[in-house]
């Protein structure tokens, strides 16, 4: 007999979020990121939140929405550049910010999910990104020892998936929806399409269902592009 994770909908899924939840949210810049979700935890009010996302979403969509209801506390993310509402936030205090390199967020991430609770890194050895961590030397090169980053709940937004949970990402989205995922102790996915258990091939498979708590289909994706650049000429 197959598990059947389905839900309603988004307020169904993100029900029991609390205040001061550990949120790790897919998505890469504005590709890939549950919109659902993110707006179901605006309508839920929710604060005190700590995202871990690659990005900090823009002003008026993403994890921006939720700092214009002022629902995060802090972020951990590696890229947040497109953000103005982020930057004064953080100038006024009024929001924490811990900067990742990109593939160190990455792996802390699957380092979770892998249950390793740290790992050592040569990037950010010299940096500020170093400061107050320990530091070793192996084969003559020095490394930074990161921790893994675990999430209360997972966030994540994928193209299809079935019943049991099982996922299937489409391009970008894949960089860190599956990171995400694998860190969270309660994983809501949402996605475009439902489709029968067994119709998706297991060798097509991204996520398992087995990281997968809770599965729903989205609607009204606005899909937007985070920065547009037109070749000149």
């Known amino acids: 007999m197959a598990i059947n994770k389905v839900v309603s ?47 900090a979403g823009v002003d008026d969509f993403g994890i921006g929405l939720m700092m214009q209801t002022r629902q995060v506390k802090k972020m951990i993310s590696s890229y947040v550049g497109e953000n103005k509402l982020f930057e004064s936030l953080v100038l006024s205090g009024e929001l924490q910010v811990e900067l990742n390199p990109q593939g160190t967020l990455a792996e802390r991430l699957r380092a979770a999910g892998a249950g390793i609770p740290a790992f050592f890194t040569p990037t950010g050895v010299g940096t500020l990104v ?42 970008t989205s894949r960089n860190f929806n599956p ?5 969270g102790k309660i994983t809501i996915a949402e996605v475009e399409e439902i489709v029968p258990v067994g119709s ?20 009204n994706y606005e899909k937007r592009i985070e920065k547009r650049t037109v070749r000149k000429g």
């Open 9 to 55: 909908g988004a307020d169904e899924a993100v029900k029991d979020i609390p205040d001061g939840a550990v949120l790790a949210i897919g998505g890469f810049g504005l590709c890939g990121i549950p919109e659902n979700s993110i707006s179901a935890l605006i309508r839920k009010g929710v604060k005190q939140l700590t995202c871990i996302s690659n990005n």
């Open 130 to 171: 170093a400061d107050g961590k320990e530091v070793r030397e192996f084969e003559g090169r020095q490394y930074v020892m990161e921790r893994a980053l675990k999430a209360d709940f997972a966030l994540v937004k994928a193209w299809r998936g079935d019943a049991m949970g099982n996922l299937v990402f489409r391009k």
């Open 179 to 183: 990171l995400c995922a694998v860190a």
């Open 200 to 219: 998706i091939d297991p060798e097509h498979v991204h996520l398992p269902g087995i990281y997968v708590k809770r599965i729903y289909q989205g609607r």
